[in-house]
């Protein structure tokens, strides 16, 4: 039997890092097949002001960074687009759920995971990629179209502590956590060494405190099912 496939789709360079590096980690020493679908280069930030790189040399140099996140998580694949960063809410969201489609379609996951509801920080882009995979994910289920098994986002839940963090995250109610993936100290260890990669973002990082507060224990909520207590894996019960 095939090992299950597990892909994450998010706007940006680093946010598979920002917290869900751990449960990545944790899935793929399990055996499963991990991918990674980013829907923009990232080069917008304004971090790119600091080096006096453009959008598109500042997207060229976090897409390289990515590379090292691919090879330290161990992914089994990863994809770049070059939608605009800041700027999904801007373009037509039907093209970009069918051009989603098609990468499903061709990729066949058994899960695919996203950005909750509230895109845990409320940027535009993460509620952007919400309702797009989400609405993807329901045009695939009623067609004839192959369909992942389960749809799942990352969230955190309120128990995750924010300390001094300049940013405050949006959290999901404790009843709305489905599935709690718990790694180890190499799993953590691994979600470290990805937020490492992005050099060109350590400032950051270090401002946020992430680092320090990356936790091996990472919630997702499911779309349409409901576990209490929550599973101890995002493919537990497909």
Not at 135 to 158: D, G, H, I, Q
Not at 180 to 194: F, M, N, S, T, Y
Request: aromatic residues 8%.
């Amino acid at each position: 039997m095939a090992s299950p496939k597990i892909l994450y789709i998010f706007p940006h360079p680093d946010d598979e890092s920002f917290g869900p590096g751990p449960a990545i980690a944790s899935q793929i020493k399990r055996g499963e097949e991990v991918h990674l679908l980013t829907l923009t280069k990232g080069g917008a930030t304004k971090e790119r002001h600091k080096y006096g790189y453009s959008i598109e040399e500042m997207g060229e140099v976090r897409a390289k960074e990515m590379e090292c996140v691919k090879q330290v998580l161990g992914l089994a694949g990863m994809t770049i687009w070059d939608q605009p960063d800041s700027g999904l809410s801007k373009i037509d969201p039907i093209s970009l759920e069918q051009e989603i489609i098609t990468f499903i379609q061709k990729l066949k996951p058994d899960v695919i995971i996203t950005y909750a509801v509230h895109g845990n920080s409320g940027f535009p882009d993460h509620l952007v990629a919400h309702a797009v995979v989400k609405r993807a994910f329901c045009e695939m289920r009623r067609s004839e179209y192959f369909c992942p098994k389960r749809l799942a986002f990352y969230t955190v839940s309120e128990e995750h502590e924010d300390g001094d963090s300049p940013i405050k995250l949006v959290k999901s109610p404790w009843e709305d956590i489905d599935v709690i993936e718990e790694g180890g100290d190499q799993e953590l260890e691994k979600g470290r060494q990805a937020l490492d990669c992005y050099t060109t973002y350590q400032d950051v990082i270090a401002r946020t405190g992430v680092r320090d507060k990356l936790s091996p224990k990472v919630c997702f909520e499911l779309f349409d099912e409901s576990f209490s207590p929550p599973l101890n894996s995002i493919t537990q019960e497909l």
